[in-house]
């Protein structure tokens, strides 16, 4: 399967981005936040989330796991809820995911043969 994703990014002219590596103390914090956005959640959904958050490696990953974040709170304390906690895991990621130069300057892949 690895060969297959490469052969598409070469054939596509596509560079994996570089992920934006921290601190491993860093990273401990943040998923201990993440952690307290949902101490008071206790669904099923809640404890699997918890768990993808532990298991992250990289903030990326970490950056993906908010709309689950919003998605429990906003349905177990309301939307207005949710917002304030998302917001305070917000200030973690200032720039969104990490993404190259290329894909930030152009919104659609030309490629010419």
């Known amino acids: ?11 596509w002219d596509q560079e ?4 934006k590596l921290a601190p491993i103390g860093e990273i401990r914090k943040i998923r201990a936040e993440f952690h307290a956005a949902l101490m008071d959640m206790q669904s099923a959904k809640a404890f699997q989330v918890r ?3 532990e298991a ?4 990326r990953e970490l950056w993906h796991l908010r709309a689950d974040v919003f998605e429990i709170v906003a349905e ?5 809820e949710a917002k304030a906690r998302v ?3 917000n200030h973690h990621f200032p720039e969104g ?3 190259s130069p290329r894909e930030s300057n152009r919104s659609a ?5």
């Open 1 to 11: 399967m690895r060969w297959v994703r490469q052969a598409w990014r070469w054939l």
């Open 16 to 19: 994996a981005p570089a992920p």
């Open 51 to 53: 768990y993808q958050i």
């Open 56 to 59: 992250s490696r990289s903030l």
């Open 76 to 80: 177990n304390r309301g939307e207005g």
């Open 87 to 89: 917001a305070a895991l």
């Open 97 to 99: 995911p990490a993404r």
């Open 109 to 113: 892949k030309v490629t010419t043969w």
